[in-house]
């Protein structure tokens, strides 16, 4: 079993930053693609970055220029640094992840729980 361990929500003000954590732990045999999602009272489930197993990354638009994905692959990490927040950036962050578990052959994708970030004075 694969389990997500996501981190890093709270309570921020207009302008402030917020630095997200998602850590994938158990019978992982390799892990491809890890990402961010979001979801706003209301609204779909957006991208918000994501990140290659060699690193190149991409942005939605409302992320470019505020946002940076990073990961760590000895730790099986991906982090999602948020600054210059905004009260648009409300929403529940999901970690997202591609992997192979051992023993398996195929590519499977898993979701984490959800953590609250809220942008507001």
């Known amino acids: 079993q694969v389990q997500l361990a996501e981190s890093g929500g709270g309570l921020v003000q207009p302008g402030g930053s917020l630095r997200l954590s998602c850590a994938a732990s158990?019978?992982?045999?390799?892990?491809?693609?890890m990402g961010w999602y979001r979801q706003a009272p209301g609204k779909q489930r957006e991208l918000v970055a994501v990140i290659a197993s060699g690193g190149s990354t991409n942005y939605a638009d409302s992320a470019k220029g505020r946002f940076t994905i990073s990961r760590d692959n000895a730790k099986n990490t991906v982090y999602l640094q948020m600054n210059s927040l905004k009260p648009e950036d409300t929403a529940v962050y999901y970690c997202?992840?591609?992997?192979?578990?051992?023993?398996?052959?195929?590519?499977?994708?898993?979701w984490g729980q959800g953590t609250q970030v809220t942008v507001s004075s």
């Open positions: 158990g019978s992982i045999s390799r892990l491809y693609a």
């Open positions: 997202n992840v591609e992997l192979q578990e051992m023993g398996s052959w195929h590519r499977r994708t898993k």
